[in-house]
C-alpha cells in the first residue's frame, strides 16, 4: 500500500524517524514548517518499507529523499513508489528533479528506467563524491476539465471550465419568474425547481461544450452556504456523477465560487482584497494566494443585496430591487440626509439601521404631506451604501498593503459601484478586476474556476460530503 | 435482468440490487437527518460488495414519495442523474405501494405515513386492488373513509399513531418483482411525488380564491 503520510500520524512518523537513518531532519517539525513537503510511503503488514520525501512547488517538484530499507530491496518497491510519484504528478507539474550520488549506480539505473535524464554534474557535492542532477520532464501539463454544479439558491446551473480560467460552456435556469409572485425566494419550491430541472440543465451544458461525461476531469459542487434544500439537490447530482463516472469531487464554497467569478475574466493577482458583495452577503477576504481565505470582516446584519430589497419595498420597487434602484439612482440626485452605517475603523457592515433610516425618512416625509422624490431618494440611498463599501474597501488594502482589488457577488454588478470603485482604484493605483455582469450572480462556471483551484490544494471530498447552509470560507 | 431499488422517502435509507428473481444485496439504515450525508457512499458501497459497477444494471426503481420533501429528493435525485447517466430504464412507484407490497395479508393494508397536523399520506388496499390511491389527507377523512369500507384493517407505517400499526420493513425483492416491469420513462420526467402543494403556494390560492 503506498499512502501520503498524515501529520496526525504519529505512529507512521516515529517509525520513519526511527528505521530510515537517511531522514536527518524530525519529521514532524519538516511537515508543519515546509508547505511543500510530502512523504510517500511505502507500508506493509503497518510497517513502512521504503518513502519518498518530495517537494510540490507549484508546478514543480523535486525529490529530497528516496530510501528503501535494506532487508527490502531488490523486491521492486522502490520502482513501484517511484511509479507512485510520476503518476500522482503526472499533469500537475512540469519536471521533477533530483540529485543523486555519482557512484549509487543501483538509484540512477532505476531514474534511468522512468526516464530521468543527466542535466549537471556537482562537484564534491556528497562529501567528495560528484552529484549528479537528473530531471525527468513530464508531458505537457494536461488541460483540467472541471464540471461545475450550483444550485444553492434559485438558479440551477452546470458549467465546465478548463483549467480554471477558460469557460468552455456555462448553463444557468433562473426561477426568478416563479419566486417573483412571492417577492422573494421560496425555499421549498426552489429545491422542487432543482430537482426538475437538473438533468435538463446538465445535458443542455455537455451539448454546449461538445463534451461527454468521460471528458470530464473533476467534478466541484458548491456544497454551502445556501438554502439547505437547494444546496442538497446539487450535491446530491454531484456526488452520483463523482460515483458514476469514478471522478474526483471538489466541494467549493459559495463565495470563493464568487471570488473566482474574476479568474474568468483575468488571472488573478496576490495578494488581494475581495469585496464580496450580494443578496446574502457583505464580506472583505484578503487572499495572499489562491484558495486561501482570511475574512477581514462582514456584515453584522443585512447583506447589502437585503437592504436594496428591502428599501425597495418602501419605494414600491419590484424584487429584486438592485439593479432598479441602482438605474432610478442614475437618474437622481443626492438631496437626502442619511447616515453613514456602523462607519468605524472595523472592516465589518451593518445595513439595518440605513434601511430603518430609509423607511423613517418615508413616513415623515408622508406625515407631513410631502411626496418622496423616488429618484432623488434612490440617488441618496446608494451613495451612502458606495461610500460605507469604498471607505472601508480603501482601508483595508492601505493596512494591508495590497494592490489588487476584486468584487464579487451579484450586488457587484451595480453601475453605482463600479463606477466609484473603478475611478478611486484608478487614483490611486490599484488593479481591479470585476466579474462579467453575467457571472455576478449565481452562476457554476463561478465554480468550477474555484473548483480547480481547490483540486491544486488539495480539497477533495468522499462521499459521505455535506451541504451546509452556514459555512466558514477557510 | 438487474434492477437497482432506492427509497429516501422517510428517514430511512432502503436500497437493494435485485438480479434474475433473486435479491444481491440490500441495504436498510436509519439515517434521519443523515440521508444526504451517507446514501451515495452506502449505495456504492453495496454496489462494490457484489462487484457490480453501476453500468451493470438495466433498470431503476426509485420510490418517488410521498413522504419527507427533502428525503425524496436524494433518492429522486441520484436515480434521476443515474439513469441519464448510462441511459438506463427507469421507473417510479410511490413509498405508499412499496409499503403495501411489503405485507402478507387477507386483510385491507392501509400504508400511512405522518405528514403532521393530524393529516397523513395514505392510501387503502385490498388483495391486489387499490380502493383508495395515495392522497394527502386527515386522519379524520381517513377514518371515515375505512369506516364506509368497514373491514379488518391494517396500519403499515415507519411512523408513530395513536392507534395500531405494524412496522413497515420492505421486502425489496417483493417490491421489484411485483413492479419491474411498470413503464419506464426518460430520466428528465422523472420527479418527486409530493402530493402536496408548497405552504406558499397553498397560501397564495388561498388569497386567489
Known sequence: MIVELDKNNKELIEQLEHHFHYVLMD??????????????????????????????????????????????QNQGIGTKLLDNLIKKLEGKVINITLEVRCDNEKAISLYKKFNFIDKALRKNYYNGIDGILMERSMDKMKDVYVLGIESSCDETSFSIVKNGCEEIATVVSSQIDIHKDYGGVVPEIASRAHVKNVTFVLEECLTKAHMTMDEIDLIAVSNGPGLIGSLLVGLESAKTLAWLYHKPLIPVHHIAGHIYANNLVKRLS??????????????????????????????LDDAVGECYDKVGKVIDVDYPAGPKIDKMAHEGSHTYNLPMPLNDASYNFSFSGLKSAVINLVHNEEQRGKEINKEDLACSFQEVVVDILTKKTLNALDEYHVKNLILAGGVSANRGIRERFANLCENKNINYTFPEIKYCTDNAAMIAAAGYYAYLDGRVADYTLNAYSNMELK | MTIFYIDTTSSYLYTGIVQDNKLLNEKKEKLGHNLSIYTVDIVSKMFEEVNLEPKDIDKIIVVNGPGSFTGIRIGVTLAKIYAWSFKKEITTISSLEAMAKSVDTEKIIVPII??????????????????????????????????????????????????????????????????????????HLINPLYLKLTEAEENKLKEEN
Open chain 1, 27 to 72: 519529521v514532524l517539525s519538516d511537515l508543519e514548517s515546509n508547505p511543500f513537503s510530502n512523504y510517500l510511503l511505502y507500508i506493509d503488514n503497518g510497517d513502512i518499507k521504503g518513502y519518498i520525501n518530495y517537494y510540490l512547488m507549484y508546478d514543480r517538484a523535486e525529490i529530497a529523499n528516496f530510501d528503501v530499507l535494506i532487508e527490502y
Open chain 1, 270 to 299: 496576490f495578494p488581494l482584497i475581495a469585496l464580496v458583495i450580494s443578496g446574502g452577503h457583505t464580506e472583505l477576504i484578503y487572499m495572499d494566494k489562491d484558495y486561501s481565505f482570511k475574512k477581514l470582516g462582514s456584515t
Open chain 2, 114 to 187: 405522518d405528514a403532521r397536523r393530524n393529516a397523513c399520506y395514505a392510501a387503502i388496499y385490498h388483495q391486489d386492488k387499490c380502493l383508495l390511491e395515495g392522497c394527502y389527507l386527515t386522519l379524520e377523512k381517513l377514518s371515515l373513509f375505512l369506516k364506509g369500507i368497514g373491514e379488518d384493517y391494517l396500519f403499515v407505517t415507519n411512523d408513530k399513531f395513536d392507534f395500531e400499526t405494524v412496522e413497515y420493513n420492505p421486502n425489496i425483492l417483493k417490491i421489484v418483482n411485483a413492479y419491474k416491469d411498470r413503464e419506464s420513462f426518460n430520466a
